[in-house]
C-alpha cells in the first residue's frame, strides 16, 4: 500500500505539472496572437524598416512655408509698374525671366523669398520697388506631396495644400477598401535618420465618424494603408 500511495502521489504531481506547463504554452500563445497583425511593433522591424518607435498619433507640428518648384505657374506684381507685371512659368531648371530680371532662381525658395530678390534687382531701375509673387497653380514636386499607399479605393500623390488634414486626403483617395486595416494605418514622415512613423485611426476617422482621430499633415508625408486578413 505504500508503494501504491507513493506512486498515485507521484502521478498527482506530475500531472500537476504537466497541467502548469499546458498553461504557460496557452499565455504565451494568447500573447503572441494579440501581437499577430501590428505593424512595426519589435524593435528589429522598426530598424529594419529604417524608422523609430511607431506612436499613438501624429504630432501638430508647425506647417512649412510652400517652396516654390519647377513647372510652377507664377504672378509677378510690381505695385504702380504693370509694364513689369507679367505671369511666368518657372523652368525645368529652377529659374524664371521677367522684364529686368533674367535667369533668376526660384525654385526651392517661398514666395516672399523670391519677391525680395526681384525687388533688389529692380531697385537699380525703379524707385522702392513692391514686388509680390503669387502661386497660380502648383506644380507639386515629391516634397510638396502627400502620397498614400495600400488599401485606399484611389491610391494616389495629392499635392499638399495648407491645412490639409488626414480626413481630406482620405477623401480625395475616395475612403478606405473593404480590406483595409484601418486603425493599422501609419504615417511615415521625415526623412533618413529624422524618419518617424505615426500611428493612424482611419477606421475609427471614416467608419466612426471619429473626429479626434482627423490629424493634419505635412508636405512629404506618406500614408501606408495595410490589408486586414480576417
Avoid: H
Amino acid at each position: 500500500m505504500t508503494g501504491m500511495t507513493y506512486i498515485g502521489t507521484l502521478n498527482a504531481k506530475m500531472n500537476k505539472i504537466i497541467l502548469l506547463t499546458i498553461f504557460a504554452a496557452f499565455a504565451l500563445l494568447l500573447t503572441a496572437c494579440e501581437s499577430v497583425g501590428t505593424v512595426d511593433t519589435s524593435p528589429s522591424e522598426q530598424i529594419a524598416a529604417g524608422v523609430g518607435p511607431v506612436t499613438e498619433e501624429a504630432p501638430i507640428d508647425v506647417v512649412p512655408d510652400y517652396l516654390i518648384g519647377p513647372l510652377d505657374q507664377l504672378q509677378i506684381f510690381v505695385w504702380r509698374a504693370p509694364e513689369l507685371s507679367t505671369n511666368v512659368t518657372v523652368r525645368p531648371d529652377g529659374r524664371i525671366s521677367t522684364p529686368l530680371v533674367e535667369d533668376m532662381m526660384a525654385a526651392d525658395k517661398t514666395p516672399t523669398e523670391l519677391s525680395k530678390d526681384i525687388e533688389t534687382v529692380l531697385a537699380s531701375y525703379v524707385k522702392n520697388p513692391e514686388v509680390t509673387v503669387i502661386v497660380n497653380q502648383f506644380s507639386s514636386t515629391f516634397e510638396q506631396q502627400v502620397r498614400v499607399l495600400g488599401e485606399a479605393q484611389k491610391p494616389i500623390a495629392l499635392p499638399y495644400q495648407n491645412g490639409m488634414t488626414v480626413l481630406d486626403v482620405m477623401v480625395a483617395v475616395g475612403g478606405l477598401t473593404e480590406f483595409a486595416a484601418g486603425n493599422k494605418a501609419i504615417l511615415y514622415r521625415g526623412k533618413g535618420e529624422n524618419k518617424k512613423a505615426y500611428r493612424l485611426r482611419l477606421d475609427d476617422l471614416m467608419r466612426k465618424a471619429d473626429v479626434d482621430a482627423n490629424v493634419p499633415v505635412l508636405p512629404g508625408d506618406v500614408i501606408l494603408i495595410p490589408e486586414s486578413f480576417w
